[in-house]
Nanobody
Framework: QEQLEESGGGSVQAGGSLSLSCTGSGYSTVCMGWHRQAPGKEREGVAVIGYDGSTTYADSVKGRFTISKDDAKNTLYLQMNNLKPEDTATYYC????????????WGQGTQVTVSS
Protein backbone atom coordinates (compact mmCIF):
# COMPACT_ATOMS: atom_id res chain seq x y z
CA GLN A 1 0.00 0.00 0.00
CA GLU A 2 1.24 3.45 -0.89
CA GLN A 3 2.26 5.62 2.05
CA LEU A 4 3.13 9.17 2.95
CA GLU A 5 5.00 10.33 6.03
CA GLU A 6 5.27 13.82 7.45
CA SER A 7 8.12 15.15 9.56
CA GLY A 8 9.23 18.43 11.07
CA GLY A 9 6.42 19.27 13.46
CA GLY A 10 7.09 20.60 16.93
CA SER A 11 6.46 23.42 19.36
CA VAL A 12 7.32 27.05 18.76
CA GLN A 13 6.41 30.44 20.14
CA ALA A 14 4.21 32.82 18.23
CA GLY A 15 6.16 34.56 15.51
CA GLY A 16 8.46 31.60 15.05
CA SER A 17 8.97 29.29 12.09
CA LEU A 18 8.75 25.60 11.35
CA SER A 19 9.35 23.56 8.24
CA LEU A 20 7.43 20.38 7.42
CA SER A 21 8.38 17.66 4.96
CA CYS A 22 6.43 14.82 3.43
CA THR A 23 7.72 11.89 1.45
CA GLY A 24 6.75 8.36 0.59
CA SER A 25 5.61 5.94 -2.05
CA GLY A 26 2.28 7.73 -2.33
CA TYR A 27 3.90 10.93 -3.56
CA SER A 28 2.32 12.42 -6.67
CA THR A 29 3.99 14.78 -9.11
CA VAL A 30 0.54 15.94 -10.22
CA CYS A 31 -1.11 17.26 -7.09
CA MET A 32 0.14 17.45 -3.50
CA GLY A 33 -1.34 19.33 -0.59
CA TRP A 34 -1.11 20.16 3.07
CA HIS A 35 -4.11 20.03 5.36
CA ARG A 36 -4.55 20.61 9.06
CA GLN A 37 -6.99 19.76 11.80
CA ALA A 38 -7.22 21.59 15.08
CA PRO A 39 -8.91 20.03 18.12
CA GLY A 40 -12.67 20.24 17.80
CA LYS A 41 -12.50 21.54 14.24
CA GLU A 42 -12.87 20.04 10.81
CA ARG A 43 -9.87 19.27 8.66
CA GLU A 44 -9.08 22.13 6.29
CA GLY A 45 -6.92 22.59 3.24
CA VAL A 46 -3.87 24.79 3.82
CA ALA A 47 -1.89 24.77 0.58
CA VAL A 48 -1.60 22.80 -2.64
CA ILE A 49 0.94 22.56 -5.43
CA GLY A 50 0.29 21.32 -8.92
CA TYR A 51 2.38 19.46 -11.48
CA ASP A 52 3.66 22.75 -12.87
CA GLY A 53 4.50 24.25 -9.50
CA SER A 54 1.39 26.39 -9.34
CA THR A 55 0.24 26.99 -5.77
CA THR A 56 -2.92 27.83 -3.89
CA TYR A 57 -3.18 28.86 -0.25
CA ALA A 58 -5.91 29.21 2.29
CA ASP A 59 -6.55 32.86 3.10
CA SER A 60 -5.51 32.28 6.70
CA VAL A 61 -1.93 31.37 5.73
CA LYS A 62 -1.28 33.53 2.67
CA GLY A 63 1.94 35.46 2.98
CA ARG A 64 3.15 33.30 5.88
CA PHE A 65 3.31 29.73 4.52
CA THR A 66 5.12 28.50 1.42
CA ILE A 67 4.52 25.14 -0.21
CA SER A 68 7.19 23.65 -2.45
CA LYS A 69 8.27 20.28 -3.76
CA ASP A 70 11.20 18.36 -5.13
CA ASP A 71 9.89 15.73 -7.53
CA ALA A 72 13.35 14.19 -7.89
CA LYS A 73 13.27 13.43 -4.16
CA ASN A 74 9.53 12.70 -3.99
CA THR A 75 9.33 15.27 -1.22
CA LEU A 76 6.82 17.96 -0.39
CA TYR A 77 7.61 20.89 1.90
CA LEU A 78 5.75 23.50 3.89
CA GLN A 79 7.67 26.45 5.25
CA MET A 80 5.65 28.16 7.97
CA ASN A 81 6.71 31.61 9.12
CA ASN A 82 5.21 34.08 11.57
CA LEU A 83 3.27 31.28 13.21
CA LYS A 84 0.23 32.13 15.29
CA PRO A 85 -1.47 30.19 18.10
CA GLU A 86 -4.38 29.54 15.75
CA ASP A 87 -2.01 27.57 13.51
CA THR A 88 -1.84 24.90 16.20
CA ALA A 89 -3.08 21.68 14.62
CA THR A 90 -2.11 18.30 13.29
CA TYR A 91 -0.75 18.79 9.79
CA TYR A 92 -1.25 16.19 7.10
CA CYS A 93 0.12 15.85 3.61
CA UNK A 94 -2.05 14.43 0.86
CA UNK A 95 -1.57 13.29 -2.70
CA UNK A 96 -4.10 12.97 -5.46
CA UNK A 97 -6.86 14.83 -7.16
CA UNK A 98 -9.98 16.43 -5.84
CA UNK A 99 -10.34 19.27 -3.41
CA UNK A 100 -6.98 20.41 -2.05
CA UNK A 101 -5.38 17.30 -3.57
CA UNK A 102 -7.00 15.17 -0.91
CA UNK A 103 -8.47 12.48 -3.10
CA UNK A 104 -5.74 9.89 -2.78
CA UNK A 105 -3.15 9.06 -0.15
CA TRP A 106 -2.70 10.69 3.25
CA GLY A 107 0.04 10.76 5.82
CA GLN A 108 -0.46 10.09 9.52
CA GLY A 109 0.05 13.71 10.50
CA THR A 110 2.55 15.73 12.48
CA GLN A 111 1.71 18.01 15.39
CA VAL A 112 2.42 21.72 15.29
CA THR A 113 1.91 23.67 18.50
CA VAL A 114 2.27 27.44 18.66
CA SER A 115 2.27 29.10 22.05
CA SER A 116 1.50 32.74 22.70
Amino acid sequence: QEQLEESGGGSVQAGGSLSLSCTGSGYSTVCMGWHRQAPGKEREGVAVIGYDGSTTYADSVKGRFTISKDDAKNTLYLQMNNLKPEDTATYYCAAGGGSWCGGGYWGQGTQVTVSS
